[in-house]
């Protein structure tokens, strides 16, 4: 090799050749063994404009085919999927992300120094070994709880859905069932998608979604403790089949000591007690809205106290059957939370009606539930793509 890559910027070398695409599990869709098309500098990057490899598939049946629209040195720089740029770990738009981390952009704009930066910071990356995300994403220390409560869990693959048919909506569709695109009104306000500028989004400014996001992240409900302080319990809610007592001891023994652990199996809930309030106090403050355990979000409330347990019967369940009394326990359980059957686009998890923890309890929890690290995907890729039930654009 006589030079390195990115030594110059008119040089062929410094393009970039890959072999896997950095993508979000929603964009890679619900087949893991999904069929790419793969083309060498196929297109330039929409925001470095460096022709790049640009994959393309079909992440279902009946959805729209995608492909990567960013370079992977712009996408690992923000650590962002390169088709739809939401973060890799939280699901979540870039300005959304940065102002929850605290982190401020220092990606240059003008084509100059933008090329500077880039071939920079592709250097860097190569050096890295890459287990963390490059710039200041990866220079982030904090976390933040803002994130959390908003951060998506599963994937949500609606979101790769056809295109609405803009002929249906001006009534002129003559294809009627044939038609690839989709007859629905238009339009999604909440779809990260719609009408934005890519730079505006990668840049993390002036992005309406981010926002609405962030706005709605203020306005979050609080968990208040309960007045009676002989209270001790929380109620975890959505454990799913593979949350067990010993997750929930694991993360809650930092907030002191736990007296006792019940897992409810017919309800997929727990009780947790303190021995202080204290500590259920700070548990149920740093949990509420944003614990998320083995993929599943769980849901968080205080227990009952005695008096209101006298009322509801001992040993009572909704259902109305008789249960073995548990000492030290709540007895009833808090009511089950509305089922939500298809909530309208909620690509965040964020209906003010019902809590995120809510929301997560309509969905099969699917498995891999985490975007994949940049270079462990497993797709098979093939040079050329086949029939497939999918439409083209
Ligand atoms: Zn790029
Ligand atoms: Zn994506
Ligand atoms: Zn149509």
């Given at each position: ?21 950095i ?30 490899t640009?994959?393309?598939w ?16 712009c996408?690992k ?31 240059p ?21 890459g ?40 009534g ?12 629905e ?14 730079k505006?989004r ?7 979604v ?39 001891k ?32 700070m ?34 369940t ?53 975007p ?22």
């Amino acid at each position: 090799m006589a030079t390195s890559l990115g030594s110059n910027t008119y040089n062929r070398q410094n393009w970039e050749d890959a072999d896997f695409p950095i993508l979000c599990q929603t964009c890679l869709g619900e087949n893991p063994y999904i069929r790419m098309t793969k083309e060498k500098y196929g297109k330039e990057c929409k925001i470095c404009a460096r022709p790049f490899t640009v994959f393309r598939w079909c992440p279902g049946t009946r959805m729209r085919f995608k492909k990567t629209e960013v370079c992977q040195t712009c996408s690992k720089m923000k650590n962002v999927c390169q088709t739809c740029l939401l973060d890799l770990e939280y699901g979540l738009p870039i300005q959304v992300r940065d102002t929850g981390l605290a982190i401020k952009d220092d990606i240059p704009r003008s084509d100059v120094n933008k090329e500077y930066f880039t071939q920079n910071m592709e250097r860097e990356l190569a050096n890295s070994d890459g287990t963390r995300p490059g710039g200041q994403v990866g220079k982030a220390t904090s976390s933040s709880d803002m994130l959390l409560k908003l951060a998506r869990t599963t994937p949500y693959y609606k979101r790769n859905r056809p295109h609405i048919c803009s002929f249906w909506v001006k009534g002129e569709c003559r294809r009627g069932e044939e038609c690839p695109y989709r007859h629905e009104k238009p339009t999604d306000p909440d779809d990260p998608l719609a009408d934005q500028n890519i730079k505006d989004r990668y840049y993390g400014i002036n992005d309406p979604v981010a926002d609405k996001l962030l706005k709605r992240a203020s306005t979050m409900p609080r968990l208040d403790p309960p007045d009676d302080k002989s209270i001790t319990t929380l109620y975890i809610g959505g454990l799913g089949e593979t949350v067990t007592d010993g997750d929930l001891k694991g993360y809650f023994y930092q907030f002191g000591e736990i007296r006792t652990i019940t897992i409810v199996q017919r309800q997929q809930c727990a009780f947790i007690q303190f021995a202080t309030r204290q500590a259920a106090e700070m548990a149920a403050e740093k949990s509420f809205n944003k614990l998320i355990v083995n993929g599943q979000r769980l849901t968080v409330k205080w227990g009952r106290s005695q008096a209101a347990r006298g009322k509801e019967g001992e040993g009572l369940t909704e259902m109305g059957t008789r249960l073995d009394p548990v000492p030290g326990l709540p007895g009833a359980l808090p009511p089950p939370p509305p089922l939500d059957e298809e909530a309208p686009a909620n690509y965040f998890n964020l209906d003010p009606s019902t809590s995120p923890a809510v929301m997560n309890l309509t969905l099969p929890p699917p498995p891999g539930l985490n975007p994949p690290p940049p270079g462990k995907l497993t797709t098979n890729i093939y040079s050329h793509s086949n029939t497939s039930p999918c439409m083209k654009r």
